[in-house]
């Protein structure tokens, strides 16, 4: 687990074998979730054309993020943010229509699925590890473009591009502590006792991408 990381190089040209591939595959569908609902969809994109759009569409939000940041947009422009043109596997992660599972999740339907969705992605990312490889969760795009280009039906939500495959090298620290753009929270700032800690709420200070660096 202390080794995991969200990786955004990967070896260009490289493949997945399809035995590990099928790892991979089981390892996902190994994770908890919610109801036994297991809600995650997953679309393999093998079509090049199809993977250019994707990361057209990564390109396009990542502008829309950098103007975002205000005086931070050049320093996020200049990170490393996806790999979906470079990895071996590109994969598409879809939340199905809710089929009516009420079973753990009556009063927080599509927290819980959302949920059961998250744990199965860790799974694969920790099984990808196992097997040498790199993985990168990206987020950057417009929900209804990826419906669009994927063809989704109504009420299937799409939660990001999984991009996977041989790296180089791995990261020794996760790259955006590397790249000093924010630093990962001590347990001392997420664990509390009984209350909430009134120096958790947000609205008291500045988010920390809007904080110059020291």
Do not use: K
């Given at each position: 687990m202390q080794v995991r990381r969200d990786m955004r190089h990967f070896t260009a040209g490289a493949q997945v074998a399809e035995d590990v591939r099928a790892r991979l595959q089981a390892a996902l569908l190994a994770a908890p979730s919610v109801g036994l609902m297991q809600p995650l969809r997953v679309l393999r994109i093998t079509d090049p054309a199809l993977r250019e759009r994707l990361a057209a569409t990564v390109d396009e939000e990542r502008m829309r993020t950098a103007q975002a940041m205000g005086p931070r947009a050049a320093e996020f422009l200049a990170l490393k943010v996806e790999g979906v043109r470079e990895c071996a596997e590109l994969w598409a992660l879809v939340l199905a229509p809710d089929d009516g599972t009420l079973f753990g999740r009556r009063t927080l339907a599509s927290e819980m699925a959302w949920c059961s969705a998250g744990a199965a992605v860790q799974n694969l990312w920790l099984a990808a590890?196992?097997?040498?490889?790199?993985?990168?969760?990206?987020?950057?795009?417009?929900?209804?473009?990826?419906?669009?280009?994927?063809?989704?039906?109504?009420?299937?939500?799409?939660?990001?591009?999984?991009?996977?495959?041989?790296?180089?090298?791995?990261?020794?620290?996760?790259?955006?502590?590397?790249?000093?753009?924010?630093?990962?929270?001590?347990?001392?700032?997420?664990?509390?006792?009984?209350?909430?800690?009134?120096?958790?709420?947000?609205?008291?200070?500045?988010?920390?991408?809007?904080?110059?660096?020291?």
């Open positions: 590890r196992a097997e040498n490889l790199g993985l990168g969760w990206v987020s950057l795009f417009e929900p209804g473009d990826l419906r669009r280009l994927l063809s989704l039906p109504v009420g299937a939500a799409p939660l990001g591009l999984l991009c996977i495959g041989p790296v180089d090298r791995f990261y020794e620290t996760p790259m955006l502590i590397q790249q000093q753009w924010r630093q990962a929270r001590p347990v001392s700032a997420v664990f509390t006792e009984n209350s909430w800690e009134p120096s958790w709420n947000t609205g008291s200070c500045a988010t920390p991408e809007h904080l110059p660096l020291g």
